[in-house]
């Protein structure tokens, strides 16, 4: 299993969201520091489910958007989410939070680990297995870890 997806080693990842308080603010949007830790853990359940998912991306463009999932370039600040940022909080506060989120991205690698096959609908690349789905995170990890500034632009 190639992993592509670096930010999700807790070597890398927990003394980054060590840094996050609740009152951490972010450089751009309106987010809370929770609702990021929540939203990303979200999108990494997606990658592991089978529920079906509406493509957003009109079908003539999806290779487009595909191929732009494996460059390089980074998600723009402006992009918006195809899931919902302001439904209510799940956890009691940023520490469970965190807690959650590290505990879902052991369970993406060990389903991919167990599943090696399987592919998941995202909503703007269509049907994609592991290694595009690490891609994606990685770059949706990036994009928000830059928004709090505990990484660098």
Same mark, same amino acid.
């Given at each position: 299993?190639?992993?592509?997806?670096?930010?999700?080693?807790?070597?890398?990842?927990?003394?980054?969201?060590? #840094?996050?308080?609740? &009152? +951490?603010?972010?450089?751009?949007? %309106?987010? +809370?520091?929770? #609702?990021?830790?929540?939203?990303?853990?979200? +999108?990494? !359940?997606?990658?592991?489910?089978?529920?079906?998912? $509406?493509?957003?991306?009109? $079908?003539?463009?999806?290779?487009? *958007?595909?191929?732009?999932?494996? %460059? &390089?370039?980074?998600?723009?600040?402006? !992009?918006?989410?195809?899931? $919902? @940022?302001?439904?209510?909080?799940?956890?009691? &506060?940023? !520490?469970?939070?965190?807690?959650?989120? %590290?505990?879902?991205?052991?369970? *993406?690698?060990?389903?991919?680990?167990?599943?090696?096959?399987?592919? $998941? +609908?995202?909503?703007?690349?269509?049907?994609?297995? *592991?290694?595009?789905?690490?891609? *994606?995170?990685?770059?949706?990890? #990036?994009?928000?870890? @830059? !928004?709090?500034?505990?990484?660098?632009?």
């Amino acid at each position: 299993m190639v992993i592509l997806f670096p930010l999700a080693q807790a070597a890398e990842l927990m003394p980054l969201l060590e #840094r996050l308080t609740p &009152d +951490t603010q972010p450089r751009w949007g %309106s987010m +809370t520091p929770q #609702r990021m830790i929540e939203h990303l853990e979200g +999108t990494i !359940q997606f990658g592991l489910s089978n529920q079906p998912v $509406a493509i957003i991306t009109p $079908a003539e463009k999806l290779p487009q *958007f595909v191929q732009w999932l494996r %460059s &390089d370039k980074p998600l723009s600040k402006g !992009q918006q989410s195809p899931v $919902a @940022t302001d439904a209510p909080l799940k956890y009691p &506060d940023l !520490q469970t939070a965190i807690h959650h989120l %590290s505990d879902t991205l052991q369970a *993406f690698f060990r389903h991919y680990e167990e599943n090696p096959s399987h592919e $998941a +609908t995202h909503a703007y690349f269509g049907p994609i297995g *592991f290694e595009d789905w690490q891609r *994606f995170h990685q770059k949706h990890f #990036r994009h928000h870890l @830059t !928004q709090f500034g505990l990484l660098e632009e």
